[in-house]
């Protein structure tokens, strides 16, 4: 039997409190919960700033690294982070210093970098005591103020010093330069944008503070990555986003095509897309060639210095470089998409995702709220220093008596308070002034400045006092920031553009793939289907099966399409690049398509987008069809003409001409306009010509100003141009035909 065994007694004197696991569990991960997403992994909405970015910047400020000034090695900085305020590891601070640095990284750097801060290739930073940095402009709009009482402090984590809730910022870092980070339960993910666009949006929103995200769109039309390349989403997508503060967005590599020569040429990438290392894009890109996935790449080639260039050679000089580039950003990182969530702090506190507008009303609010803690604390400066001010004035005028208590009074602070009916600040302060400077106090001195600092006091009174100068002063403030990042300036003007994606269909990539070569199509009469090289004119050697001979001949390229016209009415399409060689007979056309066994091929041609065709019935019917919408995608082909048996597809024609000559089996031509015949996409068609009994036997387009040709049985051409007599209406009778038309009733 299994003995149980205890547990070991509780110490003397010790306390033991039994807890629920379940309970005990859950209060430790919502205390570490909280914590990663409060102080490591979610942004202020107001500075757009996480503590470890705030605590280096305010580090570097006290020691004075204010742009201009000199550089002070990065280990310096991460020391003092790491020892006074960032209770971390000094390479996680200073991977955090790092990325402040990079210009790919941060669209508008807050730290300037002296050495290797690593590259756009993926490449790591030099070690800490190698590198130097000081703040950017930016930095220093962020940190403005910061002096004046205009943000909250609080203990370090060992309570020796302060430092800043939020900084003042007085530049739009939240959406300027984005942020990531991956809490417990939640995440962030902003996109860089432009600060100029981001301050003429902040601007109307303070002229119209109830406008919404669409409202702003005008202004902010999408992210601006510093890695610039272009944006190929649609608006509606883009709006969406923006409105609800979660999306994405679709960037590509930015590329141009050089010629090198003899029809040959070079896609050259300038541009890539955000967060995407050109190392490992070169790899992946190589790896993919070495797999032969990128049938239509030849090589790949990294010609990159200062800045990029990433060469890509196509497999052939008729690879289209759209086609090209197409199949190379459905499979590598030249086409990424950048996600939008943005769920930021609202004041420090709620985790929340935020609409643009939402976003750029908590920066507005929270420069509202430094403006008045500002303007506080100049007042109360002001205050002090008239109140300082009063007393040198008394004692100004009062020199000699001032003196004599200074000189003669054990008590001299209590004695000048009641002679003078000073005040405590005004007496420590006339105490505490040096004798060299009793001779400076001229009472028109000491008048001047307190009328200035009077007049400045009524101001900021009037400032804190009145809302709609406050917003008044915050755009002024607004307008002189966007001086600095105007798109006239070199850091302000847009990076990523904005474009269409082509459309390109899965033919496209296949077409590009085939060696574009002349050829000339060869049917016989009974559908066996060839492909010779070259476009041959003499045809007379060419070597046919018994009971067969010639049908159809044309000529077309590898590239082609070729429609092929059934008598029931469908339209078949196939790839003249897989048609069978010239040497034999080929092959027939019935193993490629899958046609009904009583139907018969009518005609076959090489498919010319955008042109028209003329499809007609042997019992006389036919309207005009777009040749793009008879393009079949499946062996089954695609009906367009309908007929019921015992009628049948007679013919297709190509409408190159403004007239339609038409003739039966009872041999009665007509001529009419070809605007009388609609256009359709499918149907039986309209009534061409009239008949008492028999059908239609042929049917032509032709433009009416060179008269109507025909070509006789012995092959000599016959042209009529006086064609009055056979001109009507269509679904006529007609009249017969001029002299010397063929017995055949046949135009050629």
């Known amino acids: 039997m299994a003995t149980r065994t205890l547990p070991p007694p509780a110490p003397p004197g010790g306390n033991i409190e039994n807890v629920a696991l379940k309970a005990a569990l859950e209060e430790r991960y919502l205390a570490y919960a909280l914590s990663t997403i409060m102080h490591r992994a979610l942004p202020d909405a107001r500075d757009g700033l996480k503590p470890v970015h705030r605590r280096i910047l305010h580090a570097m ?53 002296q050495g290797n801060f690593g590259n756009v290739d993926g490449d790591n930073a030099a070690a800490m005591r190698y590198t130097e940095a000081r703040l950017t ?23 020796s010093e302060e430092e800043p809730v939020v900084l003042p910022a007085a530049f739009p870092n939240l959406l300027a330069n984005g942020s990531q980070g991956i809490a417990v339960g939640m995440a962030t993910s902003i996109p860089p944008h432009n600060a100029a666009e981001l301050l003429d949006a902040a601007l109307h929103l303070v002229e119209h503070p109830n406008a919404l995200a669409v409202d702003l769109l005008k202004y902010v039309p999408g992210p601006d990555f510093p890695t610039g390349g272009v944006l190929v989403d649609d608006p509606v997508g883009v709006a969406e986003a923006y409105a609800t503060g979660r999306g994405s967005f679709r960037v590509r590599a930015r590329w141009n095509k050089e010629e090198t020569g003899r029809g040959t040429y070079v896609v050259v990438v300038t541009e890539i897309p955000y967060g995407v290392a050109k190392s490992r894009l070169i790899e992946k890109i190589a790896e993919l060639l070495t797999d032969k996935k990128l049938p239509l790449l030849a090589d790949v080639r990294d010609e990159s210095a200062e800045d990029i260039r990433v060469v890509l050679e196509p497999r052939s000089r008729t690879v289209d470089a759209e086609v090209l580039m197409e199949s190379l950003f459905k499979l590598t990182d030249l086409e990424a998409r950048v996600p939008l ?57 009062n020199l000699d008596e001032v003196i004599r208590i200074i000189r003669e009074e054990d008590e001299p602070k209590q004695e000048l308070m009641r002679t ?248 009665k031509l007509l001529l009419f306009p070809v605007n009388q015949i609609p256009e359709m996409t499918r149907g039986r068609g309209v009534r061409l010509q009239r008949y008492r009994e028999g059908g239609l036997s042929d049917i032509k387009v032709f433009p009416i100003s060179g008269g109507l040709t025909w070509e006789d049985s012995s092959g000599r051409t016959w042209t009529v141009t006086e064609l009055l007599d056979w001109q009507g209406e269509r679904a006529t009778a007609g009249r017969l035909p001029p002299k010397g038309f063929p017995r055949t009733n046949k135009f050629s």
């Open 61 to 113: 400020r006290q020691l004075r690294l204010d742009p201009g000034q000199a550089f002070k090695k990065s280990a310096r900085v991460v020391g003092d982070v790491i020892g006074k305020f960032h209770p971390h590891g000094d390479q996680s601070v200073y991977d955090a210093l790092v990325r402040l640095a990079q210009d790919f990284a941060q669209r508008y750097p807050l730290v300037d970098g």
């Open 137 to 159: 402009e930016t930095a220093r709009l962020l940190l403005d103020g910061i002096d004046e009482d205009a943000v909250d402090f609080r203990p370090t984590y060992d309570g």
């Open 341 to 397: 969530n943005m769920n930021v702090l609202v004041r420090g506190q709620v985790p929340k995702v935020l609409s643009l507008a939402e976003a750029l009303r908590e920066w507005l609010d929270h420069r509202r709220e430094v403006l008045l803690r500002r303007s506080r604390y100049r007042l109360d400066q002001i205050a002090h220093r008239l109140e300082v001010l009063g007393g040198y004035l008394i004692a100004y005028l």
């Open 420 to 667: 003078f009916e000073l005040t405590d600040v005004q007496a420590e302060a006339i105490l505490n002034m040096r004798l060299r400077s009793l001779r400076r106090l001229e009472e028109m001195e000491i008048r001047k400045e307190h009328d200035a600092l009077s007049k400045e006091q009524d101001a900021l009174t009037k400032l804190v006092g009145s809302e709609g100068a406050q917003w008044k002063a915050i755009a002024k403030e607004i307008r002189e920031t966007r001086k600095i990042y105007g798109p006239e300036t070199a850091l302000g003007k847009r990076r990523t553009t904005f474009a269409a994606a082509p459309e390109l269909g899965e033919e496209a990539f296949t077409e590009a793939l085939v060696e574009r070569e002349p050829i000339t199509v060869v049917v016989s009469q009974k559908g066996w289907i060839r492909a010779l090289k070259g476009h041959q004119q003499d045809l007379s050697n060419l070597q046919f099966k018994t009971d067969d001979a010639l049908g159809h001949a044309f000529f077309a390229e590898t590239t082609s399409k070729l429609m092929v016209f059934a008598s029931n009415g469908r339209f078949f399409t196939l790839e003249a690049s897989k048609l069978p060689g010239g040497r034999g007979h080929g092959e027939p056309i019935r193993m490629m398509i899958d046609l009904e066994q009583e139907a018969e091929i009518v005609s076959v041609f090489a498919h010319q987008p955008e042109r028209k065709l003329l499809v007609a019935s042997r019992q006389g019917r036919g309207f005009v069809v777009a040749e793009d919408d008879c393009l079949a995608t499946t062996r089954k082909g695609k009906q367009v003409l309908v007929t019921d048996p015992p009628d049948a597809a007679l013919g297709v024609r190509f409408v190159e001409g403004d007239w339609v000559a038409v003739i039966g089996d009872n041999r």
